[in-house]
Every structure is written in structure tokens, then in C-alpha cells.
């Protein structure tokens, strides 16, 4: 075992658009368990676009990375050394130790991954959190119902990919929206949705009047911005809209002032946002059932894979501006 541990710390914080360069690589000391602790390797790294915000200063959902600090986000790792006696050498963890190669975390703040059907870093993507907040935002916040009609954006991408295809089990009628041609056609062709549009096309509006001749039921929106007002306006009358995310605003100097918010009156929208760590009590059901979809090959997923911590950076920037199929996660060894 090596003595170094390699981070990936916040260096300056980005105005606008993100940058490699607001990164740094760093060689820090490998942590020491105390009593109670557990000492992790980090095997595969999550990259989420909720890091984007956790950049900025001041208070989001969660507090904001410290300048100097490692980056946050959820890891899979392997334990090297444990003072807990519910962890041993060898387990399979997954915890939310950052950017670097090893971290350590009270025993509380691990989940073993136990009875693995699954690739390690599944438990990261289509069975870990965007995998859950997918299914949480279809089943409890929009609710939806076999015979609806439901639209999500940014539908190639890790939570987008398997609400829709969650969607379709349910018996919807699912429309994705996503960047460039050979998103759709992966998203029709192989994640089995109704149609998929693509947002860049400069015949969007009409091709949105033409798939949703009936309008919208469900919403499930995971990008905020400009695509949100004309959503708005394609929503049917008492129909729901489930916010999980405005990755659009992500990199903006300033969020994008929504121009169709009186459609959520004048339609008599429900509207609700909602962030997949208020709902604890419903991971592991909703964990379980993923499990078993994916293992029975009826929910598929991709991954975009970046090789070395110190590719993370390029592979984040990379993914804000849509460069990613499915879950971005980084290999760490
Ligand atoms: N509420 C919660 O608890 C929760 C939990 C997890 C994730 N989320 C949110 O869910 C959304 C999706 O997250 P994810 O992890 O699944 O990421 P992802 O979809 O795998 O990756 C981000 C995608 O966003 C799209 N995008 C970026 N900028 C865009 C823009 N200006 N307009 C349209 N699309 C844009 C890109 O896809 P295209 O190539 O299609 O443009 C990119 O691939 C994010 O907004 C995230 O913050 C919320």
C-alpha cells in the first residue's frame, strides 16, 4: 500500500463556466483511522453535476467546498483497514470520500455493499443515487401513471435514462429530450423510449407540437433553463412537473429568468422540487428494485469512464457540456 494519497483540491472558484484549471492535483498524507473509523481505498469516483454548485461560495442545499479543500463526492472503495468491528479488510464500500485515492470515514458514514449482482460502479450510477433519485422523482414525486404521457430532459444521462425507462415499465408513454443525434438514437433505439428529441434542432418547437400533440402529464426536469419554459408551455392542463435539477444555470453567470412560469398558473401545474438525500427512508426499496431491473436486463445503462484522479477535472468540465453517455464516473486503479 502506497503512502502517498492523491487529491484533487479546489484551487479558485469558477465565475461562469468551469475549467480544468479551477482544479489542482495535490499529494497529501494518508489518513490515519481513529477508534471508530475506517480507512478506504477509493476504487471509482462519482462526477455529478451537483459539484458544479458546491463551487460556488455561499449556501446551496449543502455548504460549498472550501478554497484548498478536496472535492466532494461519492466514491467505491475497498477497506484497508478498520476500527470498527462491522467493517473489514477487503469489504466493499461506498461513502462520499472526494476526490482522492484513500479517505476515512466514521463507520456510520460507509454502506457495505453486500450480495453484489452488480459491477462495483453501478452502485455509483444506475443503482446508486441518480439510479434512486430517478426512481423516487417517478414514483413519489410525479407519481406517474400507465396511459400518462411523461417527457424527460436531459434523458441520455445517468437520472434521465432510467426515469424514462423506468417510465416505460410503468406503461407511460415517454419522450426524452437530449443534446445531438446520436443521443436520441441511443435512447430510442436502446433504451426502447417512444421518441427523442433532439434540443439543439432549430425545428424543436414544432417537432415538440408533433410528438406531444396531447401535451405533457409528467415532467421529470433535469435541466432548468431556456428547455424549461418550452416545456412549460407544452404541459397539459393539471399536469406535474417533478424539478430535479437545472443543469443548464449550472455554468451560467446568471440563472436563466424563466419566461413561462405564469403556464404553471394558468395550466394549474403541480409543480415540486425535490433533492434525493430528503428521502432516506426510500433507497433501499428503491435500490433493491433497480437491482433486480438491471439484473434481469430489463432497465440498461452506459457508463463514460475517465482513467486516473488526475483526469477527473477534464472529465467534469467534459461533462457539464454534455460529452458524457449515461454515468460519468472516474477509475481510480
Ligand atoms: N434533485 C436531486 O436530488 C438530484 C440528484 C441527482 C441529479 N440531479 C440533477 O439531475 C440532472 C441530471 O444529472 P445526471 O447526474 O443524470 O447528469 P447527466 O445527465 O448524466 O449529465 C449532465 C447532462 O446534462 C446535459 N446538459 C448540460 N448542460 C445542458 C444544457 N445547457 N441544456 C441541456 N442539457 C444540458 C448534458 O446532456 P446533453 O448532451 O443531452 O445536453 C449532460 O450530459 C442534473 O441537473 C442534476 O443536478 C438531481
Redesign the pocket.
Known sequence: MSDRNEQIILATRPHGRVATSHFRLVEGQLPQPREGQVLVRNLWLSL???MR?RMNEGHNYAEPVELGAVMVGATVGEVVTSHHPAFHPGDHVIGNLGWQSYGVAAAAELRKIEHRVLPLQAYLGVVG??GI?AWI?LMDILAARAGETLLV?????????VVGQLAKLNGCRVVG????ST?CLYVENELQFDACLD?RSARLEDELADTLPDGIDCLFE????P?FDQMLHCMRDFGRVA??????D??AQAPHALRNLRAVLVKRLHLK??????HPQRWRVAQNELVKLVAEGRIKYRETVAHGLAEAPAAFVG??????????LVKLC
Open positions: 455529478d453535476p451537483y454548485w443515487m441518480p433519485t422523482g430532459t436531459a434523458a441520455a444521462g445517468a437520472v434521465g435514462s429530450v437530449a443534446g445531438g443521443k434540443y433535469n435541466v432548468g433553463g428547455l424539478l430535479c435539477g437545472m443543469v443548464a449550472a455554468d422540487g425535490f433533492i434525493v438525500t430528503d461533462m457539464l457540456a454534455g460529452q458524457n453517455f449515461g454515468k460519468q
